[in-house]
């Protein structure tokens, strides 16, 4: 990369500098790469979405008041042995502009020697002009097709690397579907201890306290704060599960509906067992499917979860 883009054209850095240094953003002043190699497991990356959102970033130099930002156009490139969890579990911000490539070849001592040998290095760099012509050549709609349409093997990167930062997206797949005109209310965090076990009230039909439960299975103990929870799934649900032209998922707000303020347009999984629920008591609301989901109730047909 370093090659393609010109030794003048690129800079280095590392998230803790980052984080520190005030007068960090300044090298990345007209570059068109941004490395940071030896990413480390966690990071605070309030910063980095700023220069990946295209927002303003200071230029500020030492011993000078004045008040500069520009704007970061380049591409920036992380690199690291295993994949990162960051201090932003909500917004899914890092997840829209990440592209994950894993490189899992690993080559003998002998492979490596053979293309020394050969001079593998050198026929490689002597590609790099047709590579940019090629490259060059492109029109938008085609640059645009390869990010928005990339191979199976990068989405599923992606989508490992994205339930490795957001475990919620986990509890997501696992727990709810995008069904129109369906909806699910969201519950309150009431913890029932009974026998040395834990539960929640409401777990198996409202979501705040199936996802409660699913944090206290999976080991989770940090889970999210109720607001943070919504706007997630809501957020979540919309860009990767709701069918194109669909309606979209919202919270209702204001005005109670069906009794409550629930989520539109999703459904909960039914609870077939306590298997796969952990082996909490029986809640006094139905751990199965109400009859009335997908039918009739009183003669009206009617979806949707109480």
């Known amino acids: 990369m370093e090659l393609l883009v010109g030794k003048k054209n ?31 497991k966690h990071i605070d990356i309030q910063t980095f979405l700023n220069i990946t959102g295209r927002d303003g970033i200071r230029y500020e130099l030492k011993g000078k008041n004045d008040d500069l930002s520009f704007v970061y156009k380049g591409v920036i490139a992380l690199t690291s042995n295993e994949f990162f969890t960051t201090n932003d ?22 492979e490596k020697k053979r293309w020394s040998d050969i001079g593998g290095f050198e026929q490689l760099t002597a590609e790099i002009p047709g590579v940019v012509n090629w490259a060059l050549g492109m029109t938008r709609a085609e640059v645009s097709d390869v990010f928005h349409s990339p191979p199976e ?8 690397a994205e339930r490795t930062n957001a475990p919620i997206v986990d509890f997501i797949h696992s727990n709810v579907v995008y069904e129109e005109n369906s909806y699910v209310h969201i519950g309150v965090k009431n913890p029932i201890n009974e026998n040395g076990e834990r539960y929640y009230s409401g777990e198996n039909v409202r979501l705040y306290p199936r996802y409660l439960s699913w944090c206290d299975r999976e080991g989770r103990k940090r889970p999210m704060a109720k607001s943070a929870f919504i706007e997630t799934v809501v957020n979540y649900i919309n860009s990767k599960l709701v069918p194109q032209g669909e309606a979209e998922v919202y919270h209702v707000k204001g005005r109670k509906l069906h009794g409550g303020y629930p989520i539109m347009n999703i459904r909960l999984l039914p609870v077939v067992n306590d298997e796969e629920v952990g082996t909490s008591p029986p809640s006094k609301e139905s751990s199965l499917s109400l009859p009335w989901q997908q039918g009739e109730r009183n003669g009206i047909p009617f979806k949707g979860q109480f």
Do not use: G, H, M
């Open 10 to 40: 690129w800079v280095s850095s590392d998230f803790r500098t980052l984080a520190k240094s005030q007068f960090e953003t300044r090298k990345f002043y007209n570059k068109r790469l941004l490395i940071f190699n030896e990413v480390p």
């Open 153 to 160: 093997k990068v989405k599923e990167a992606n989508q490992k």
């Open 89 to 110: 579990q909500s917004s899914s911000a890092i997840e829209r502009r990440r592209r994950t490539v894993v490189f899992d070849k690993v080559f003998t001592e002998d």
